[in-house]
């Protein structure tokens, strides 16, 4: 199966960029998601990269794949307290819609 | 309509009790997930429904029984549970090709 990994804290101050990483074990996943959860709710998709894409902008969030590292990262620019959340990675096997999520990251965002 | 919704949202129910936890979507998405996470843990997949047939049972004890009626409902039953099955049950789904995975707001299940 997939392994995925995150560290599991990060704590920057409001405006700063925060950077999350993942990496991932070899995976046939044609998309790989970042989602975010805030305290007591479900999942919401941040957003997703097609996997022969390098990098993907979509407003204040970025994404960088390096498909021959098997790293992902997601960086949220001028970081705000609302940013506040567990972000997960995830990726899934094509073969199979088995999708596996990273440990979650804490992003703790202070005033 | 980009919405997975769950039913009950909370749900506190006995070791000896029968009680079922419903999900529906209408993005015509084939495939149909449920997740269990516990606490300060990420989720782990229990069960995967593609064209409403059941392609994978993560080793999920018996007590919990999963049921696809139709492309847009997902049920999962429960019986005889034990404390240790408290956690957010999390539906989701996608189209087959998991393009976009959309998840619910989950049910809170408390076993006492």
């Known amino acids: 199966g997939e392994d995925v990994e995150q560290s599991l804290f990060l704590s920057v101050r409001e405006g700063d960029s925060s950077v999350i990483n993942c990496t991932y074990t070899d995976s046939s996943s044609t998309y790989l998601y970042w989602y975010k959860q805030e305290p007591g709710a479900g999942l919401q998709l941040l957003t997703y990269?097609?996997?022969?894409?390098d990098m993907k902008q979509d407003q204040r969030l970025t994404v960088l794949l390096n498909k021959k590292d098997k790293h992902l990262s997601l960086r949220i620019a001028d970081t705000q307290t609302g940013d506040s959340a567990i972000y997960f990675c995830?990726?899934?096997?094509?073969?199979?819609?088995?999708?596996?999520f990273g440990a979650g990251t804490r992003l703790t965002v202070k005033p | 309509d980009t919405e997975v919704t769950q039913t009950p949202k909370h749900l506190v129910m006995g070791m000896t009790n029968k009680k079922s936890l419903k999900c529906e979507q209408h993005?015509?998405?084939?495939?149909m997930y449920w997740y269990k996470q516990k606490a300060k843990k990420p989720p782990e997949l229990m069960f995967v429904?593609?064209?409403?047939?059941?392609?994978i049972n993560e080793s999920v004890p018996s007590r919990f029984s999963p049921e696809c009626p139709n492309s847009s409902l997902l049920n999962l039953h429960l019986h005889a549970l034990q404390p240790e099955d408290s956690a957010l049950y999390l539906c989701?789904?996608?189209?087959?090709?998991?393009?976009?995975?959309?998840f619910g707001q989950g049910t809170r299940l408390t076993v006492v």
């Open positions: 989701a789904s996608s189209t087959i090709r998991s393009t976009e995975a959309f």
């Open positions: 993005m015509g998405h084939r495939a």
């Open positions: 995830a990726v899934c096997d094509d073969n199979n819609n088995d999708m596996r």
């Open positions: 990269i097609f996997s022969n894409m």
């Open positions: 429904y593609s064209y409403e047939k059941l392609s």
